[in-house]
């Protein structure tokens, strides 16, 4: 296998290396970096002009990156704290404790992020439906340009 990889660094370089890492990546985390991006965005734009809309748009990336955070790694790190702490005397604690931090807090993120994003569509929907139309002269009184 060594000969291969000499051979490989050797007449290819390293491009395919970099190019299948990028790809596991973005399948592994694009919603991570949709939320990223999308917070970005919206702050940018909630702090040049702070609406509802805005704030709700930033709030609904917000949330898809903690619910998937939370769904692949908080909620596993959660279930062992659980197992830790919840032995012996408090047994029977465990079991509601593992369904409130899995399932539960699972669907609350995640009905809370849907919620959000329901939100933010329908705000910006009735901003489309609110704005004044662009094609009438915004000063119908004014004479000639």
């Not at 939320?35 to 809309?53: E, K, S």
């Not at 569509?121 to 004014?142: F, I, K, Y």
Request: glycine letters at 10%.
């Amino acid at each position: 296998m060594s000969g291969f990889y000499g051979w490989s660094e050797a007449h290819l370089g390293q491009w395919h290396y970099i190019l299948g890492y990028a790809i596991t990546l973005l399948h592994h985390k694009w919603p991570l970096m949709l939320a990223l991006g999308g917070g970005a965005w919206f702050g940018a734009r909630a702090y040049a002009r702070p609406d509802r809309r805005s704030v709700s748009w930033l709030l609904a990336a917000l949330l898809l990156g903690l619910a998937y955070e939370y769904d692949k790694h908080i909620a596993q790190e959660l279930h062992h704290a659980v197992d830790f702490l919840f032995l012996g005397e408090l047994a029977g604690l465990n079991r509601p404790m593992h369904l409130l931090v899995g399932t539960a807090l699972r669907a609350a993120l995640a009905l809370g992020c849907l919620a959000m994003l329901a939100r933010s569509v329908w705000l910006s929907a009735a901003a489309r439906r609110a704005a004044p139309d662009t094609e009438q002269p915004a000063n119908p009184g004014a004479r000639g340009a």
